[in-house]
C-alpha cells in the first residue's frame, strides 16, 4: 500500500499545516492589571497660626500659582516692624563709625589742649620763679614742693588731652568699624527671616492639580506642618501593571498600550514610561489568573489624563500588543 495515502500520514500533513498557519498568526496580546495612579502633593505651612482662608474646596481644579491658604500674620508684623528698628540702629552705628569723629568735638578736643598746655606753661614758670626764691632763701622748700606737684599733673593733663585729640582724629578702629558692620548684617538678616516666614503663611499651589483632600478649616490653629490639603495632578496619571519574563520580551519603552476600565468600559491610549529592571513578587492587590508567586516585573504606562476620567486607586486593564524581537 501507498504510504502517501494513509491515514497516518494525512494526519501528520495536517498537523505540519495547522502548525505553519499558528506560527504565521504571531504571538497573542499581553493583559495585565492594576491601579490608577497620580502624583499627590500634600500642602502645608512651615509657620504656625490661625487659617484665614482656604478657598478652594474639594474637587476644585487649581492652577499653579493660586493661593491655597493663607495664615494670620499680625504677630510676625509686629516681629518685622521690630527687625527693622534694629536694622535701622545698626546700620546707623555703622555710619557714625565710617564718618569719623564730628568737627565740633575735634574742636573741643584742641580747645581743651590748649588749656591743659597754658596750665603746663603756668606751673612751669610758677616752679622757676619758686626755684629762683628758694636758691634766695625767700621760698620754702614746701612751696616749691608743691610746684613740683602742680607741674607733674599738668604734664599729665596735657598728655590725656593730647591722646584724646589724637582718638578723635584717627577716628574709629578697622575692628570697630567690622563688628558693626557685621551687626548690621545679623540685623538684616533677622528682617528677611521675618519676611520669609510672612511669606511662607501664604501656601500657593505648586502646579495644576485638584484639590483632593481638604484638611483644615478657617479658624483653626495650626502648627508648622501641619496638613492643608492634598493636591492631585490627575491630568498625568500612570498604570502601574505586572508582567511576567516572557512578555517582557515583547513590551519596548515608549509602546503604545491601549487601557480601559469602568463599565461600560472608558480606553484611553498611554505609553510604556517606565520598565523594571528587578523582578519582584505579584503584589497582593494584583488579580491575575496565573499563580500569585512568581516573579514578575513592573511595568509603568503613561495615562493621558486631561478630563480626569481615571483616578487613583481605580483598577483598570492594560493591553500590549507584543512587538517582535530584534
Do not use: Y
Not at 128 to 146: F, I, M, N, S, W
Not at 224 to 235: E, H, K, N, Q, R
Amino acid at each position: 500500500m501507498n504510504s502517501a495515502h494513509s491515514p497516518t500520514a494525512a494526519l501528520a500533513a495536517l498537523t505540519v499545516l495547522t502548525l505553519a498557519c499558528g506560527g504565521n498568526a504571531g504571538p497573542p496580546a499581553i493583559r495585565a492589571s492594576g491601579h490608577v495612579e497620580a502624583t499627590e502633593v500634600r500642602l502645608a505651612a512651615t509657620v504656625g497660626g490661625r487659617l484665614l482662608e482656604a478657598p478652594f474646596e474639594e474637587g476644585e481644579r487649581v492652577r499653579a500659582g493660586e493661593v491655597v491658604a493663607r495664615l494670620d500674620t499680625a504677630l510676625m508684623d509686629h516681629e518685622l516692624a521690630r527687625a527693622r528698628a534694629e536694622a535701622e540702629a545698626a546700620d546707623a552705628r555703622l555710619r557714625l563709625l565710617v564718618s569719623g569723629s564730628r568737627a565740633e568735638d575735634i574742636r573741643r578736643a584742641e580747645e581743651q589742649l590748649a588749656q591743659a598746655q597754658a596750665e603746663l606753661d603756668a606751673a612751669r614758670r610758677e616752679l622757676g620763679r619758686l626755684a629762683t626764691l628758694a636758691e634766695r632763701g625767700t621760698a620754702t622748700e614746701k612751696a616749691r614742693d608743691d610746684a613740683v606737684t602742680r607741674r607733674e599733673v599738668a604734664e599729665r593733663g596735657v598728655a590725656a588731652r593730647r591722646a584724646e585729640l589724637d582718638k578723635l582724629l584717627a577716628g574709629s578702629r578697622r575692628e570697630e568699624i567690622e563688628a558693626a558692620r557685621a551687626q548690621r548684617a545679623a540685623a538684616e538678616a533677622a528682617v528677611a527671616a521675618v519676611n520669609q516666614r510672612i511669606a511662607e503663611a501664604t501656601v500657593l499651589a505648586p502646579r495644576d492639580g485638584v484639590i483632593t483632600v481638604r484638611a483644615a478649616e478657617p479658624g483653626e490653629v495650626l502648627a508648622p506642618g501641619a496638613p492643608l490639603a492634598v493636591l492631585t495632578d490627575l491630568a498625568h496619571a500612570w498604570l502601574n501593571v505586572w508582567v511576567d519574563e516572557p512578555s517582557l520580551a515583547h513590551i519596548r519603552l515608549g509602546q503604545e498600550v491601549e487601557v480601559s476600565s469602568g463599565q461600560p468600559p472608558v480606553t484611553r491610549r498611554g505609553r510604556v514610561a517606565f520598565v523594571s529592571p528587578v523582578a519582584e513578587f505579584t503584589p497582593k492587590n494584583v488579580q491575575t489568573p496565573e499563580e500569585r508567586a512568581k516573579l514578575v516585573f513592573r511595568i509603568k504606562v503613561a495615562l493621558p489624563n486631561p478630563d480626569g476620567v481615571f483616578k487613583p486607586g481605580m483598577p483598570a486593564d492594560a493591553t500590549f500588543t507584543p512587538v517582535a524581537r530584534p
